[in-house]
């Protein structure tokens, strides 16, 4: 985890792992018993409704031998009871075992749902830098198709398997009725089926985790390809994406080959098995019938009960190294599972007081902070790490960083590309957390709970996201209480309001994914008035104005440092236009990490070889001479 890799030990996201990182079955029942919920007992239920499969299995043996001994004695009446007991018998078990199968399948759907719910929920609650380094569709992967094969597992082991080893003991039981040497000799052959799925276990679950991740690439691909359709047509580069896909889906190829292969070879060891049983224990009773040694109506039902034997021997060995195949999915979904988070504490809704106006110290400070990203912080690259043991430490970008908001003041941050800036901004709108020392906002320190922490303020970064939905479903989301007045008061500090008006449908107008249908300068406005609307003690700005035209960014600048002012609320600006920021009340110029320079426009002006000078000089030099050769 970033940060935490040269940090404190105490860190309170660290917390134990909910399952080993390559699962065993013992470990995965449990746990996908307990997501079971209140549908336990109905999963019991079609678990024995499915049952019925076996014992129409099982009685049609039962049925042959009575039915030619009955024949051998000539009782006919008994033959005809028999034939009806046997049809009706047969058709109660049908329709309670399809009972049994809607019942299985809606509770696993149920579990699926929970499972993939939990996940989701751990993956939204996985500290920024970690869910950022992750590919949204790697994500997806494990959060819906990984999942899926590993809550099948409970149907496969519960019912498939289940099913065939009950049949399997039934059917040896009642050899043993028959014929006990020949049902010994069977039941202590039958391990051989079993073989070799267990033999080649290993090699399964990681053909079976290594196809999960090949399809995730391919997933990728195909989001990277659709989401950049403007890049790819720009740069005439649609052959480069094809060609990318192909080659995935080639290695994607090979490892369903190779996987089939493996899956082939476990398929013929267990039916070759399977058949010699079966085929060996033929001629056993067939001789043992010619000798003498056992009855008509019991040869029949050997004969029967050898397949009853030789499918579920066949499944037994199919089924296993499925599951193993599994267990390399659930090693996906145990990096979601075991991922640490960030750090939360139950909110006391009532005691949360996000309304500006509310709080007494509208303030944020970082203490002594020190951060740094890792480079392995996604959750592929993770894995690839703890695979290869890998534990370099990621030098701090922060080191020792001290800053302070102070109530009701306007402070901005400048300095060059990469410098630190957003890092420091979204450490201090608890969106990052600190290594060591701490970062506190109105009080609330973000390392202790971070949901409390964000209560306090209000961030609109570079690139600001907008929902699938109307402009006013997007600007609701920050206060959805809030009034028709106060909305439009918000759209109108953001100079929102006039645009938004003139659209047909006004706020109703339902945007286009990722808010495509507006301009980069109409998306920041309505961030800037999300944020507004929400209306909390401290705001932070990340270059959250850089699309907007001189004019417009005055305006807004204006409007806010007049609203901030009303409110007593706190403002932190981030800006590469010095413009923007020439006004605040403290300017900190930040270089690699550190601040080198601290004061107002004024007094940092008049510094000699200082950072801000030179930055100033660079924008009215690149005005000037805009200027000359207009
Ligand atoms: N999620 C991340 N994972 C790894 N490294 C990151 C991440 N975000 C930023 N960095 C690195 O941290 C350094 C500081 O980045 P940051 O975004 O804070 O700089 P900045 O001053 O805001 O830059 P800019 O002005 O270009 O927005 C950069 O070297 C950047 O590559």
Not at 109 to 137: G, T
Not at 234 to 240: E, S
Not at 567 to 587: N, P, Y
Request: charge should be negative; include cysteine.
């Amino acid at each position: 985890m970033a940060g935490h890799r040269y940090g404190r030990e105490d860190c309170p996201m660290k917390q134990a792992p909910r399952i080993s990182a390559t699962p065993r079955i013992r470990e995965l029942i449990p746990l996908l018993w307990s997501r079971l919920g209140n549908s336990r007992m109905l999963f019991i239920l079609a678990i024995l409704l499915c049952l019925t499969d076996m014992v129409i299995h099982l009685i049609i043996p039962m049925m042959m031998e009575f039915y030619f001994d009955f024949l051998e004695t000539g009782e006919l009446v008994k033959v005809k009871y028999l034939l009806i007991g046997f049809n009706v018998a047969l058709l109660a078990l049908t329709v309670l075992g399809l009972i049994g199968h809607y019942l299985k399948q809606n509770q696993i759907s149920i579990l699926h749902r929970n499972v993939a719910l939990e996940l989701a929920d751990h993956a939204q609650r996985l500290p920024l830098e970690k869910a950022q380094a992750s590919h949204s569709a790697d994500l997806q992967q494990r959060i819906y198709w990984d999942s899926n094969k590993v809550t099948s597992l409970l149907a496969t082991i519960f019912n498939s398997m289940g099913t065939q080893i009950l049949m399997l003991f039934f059917a040896c039981i009642y050899m043993f009725t028959l014929q006990w040497q020949v049902a010994l000799g069977v039941l202590l052959l039958m391990p051989l089926c079993l073989l070799g799925s267990h033999l080649l276990r290993n090699r399964l679950m990681n053909i079976g985790k290594r196809v999960a991740d090949q399809e995730s690439v391919m997933k990728q691909c195909q989001q990277d390809a659709l989401q950049s359709m403007d890049m790819l047509r720009a740069f005439d580069v649609q052959d480069w994406m094809s060609e990318r896909f192909v080659r995935e889906r080639k290695k994607l190829n090979k490892l369903y080959m190779r996987r089939m292969w493996w899956q082939l070879l476990v398929q013929t060891l267990s039916d070759t098995s399977a058949l010699l049983i079966a085929w060996g224990t033929i001629l056993v009773v067939a001789w043992l019938a010619v000798e003498g040694k056992i009855h008509i109506g019991a040869l029949m039902a050997f004969f029967i009960l050898i397949w009853r034997v030789y499918g579920p021997l066949l499944s037994l060995g199919k089924l296993w190294g499925e599951i193993q195949e599994s267990k390399g999915a659930a090693i996906r979904i145990a990096s979601i599972w075991n991922a640490e988070k960030e750090p939360e504490r139950e909110l006391d809704k009532e005691s949360v007081m996000p309304a500006a106006g509310a709080v007494q110290e509208a303030s944020l400070t970082w203490h002594n902070v020190s951060f740094g990203y890792d480079e392995h912080a996604g959750i592929q690259e993770a894995e690839k790490q703890a695979a290869e043991e890998d534990n370099t430490p990621s030098p701090p970008l922060l080191d020792q960083f001290r800053l302070s908001l102070k109530p009701a003041s306007f402070m901005a941050i400048v300095g060059s590309s990469g410098s630190g800036k957003s890092t420091v901004a979204k450490l201090g709108a608890g969106l990052l957390f600190p290594a060591s020392g701490t970062v506190e906002v109105c009080g609330a320190a973000t390392m202790e709970s971070a949901e409390q922490a964000r209560q306090y303020v209000s961030y609109v970064p570079q690139r600001p996201y907008l929902y699938a939905g109307s402009i006013r479903d997007n600007l609701l989301l920050a206060k959805p209480e809030a009034s028709e007045a106060e909305l439009i008061e918000a759209a109108t500090i953001a100079e929102a309001h006039t645009f938004i008006h003139e659209l047909p449908d006004g706020y109703h107008t339902v945007m286009s994914e990722h808010g495509n249908s507006l301009s980069g300068g109409q998306k920041q406005r309505l961030a800037i008035a999300r944020a507004v609307l929400a209306d909390r003690p401290v705001w932070i700005f990340d270059e959250a104005t850089s699309a907007l035209d001189l004019e417009t960014e005055r305006k807004v600048m204006e409007a806010i440092l007049k609203r901030a002012k009303e409110r007593g609320s706190a403002v932190l600006v981030i800006a590469h236009r010095l413009t923007t920021v020439q006004e605040a009340d403290t300017i900190v110029a930040m270089e690699n990490g550190s601040i080198v320079e601290t004061g107002t426009h004024a007094e940092l002006l008049h510094r000699e070889d200082g950072l801000y000078r030179s930055l100033w000089r660079q924008m009215d030099g690149s005005r000037e001479t805009a200027l000359h050769s207009a």
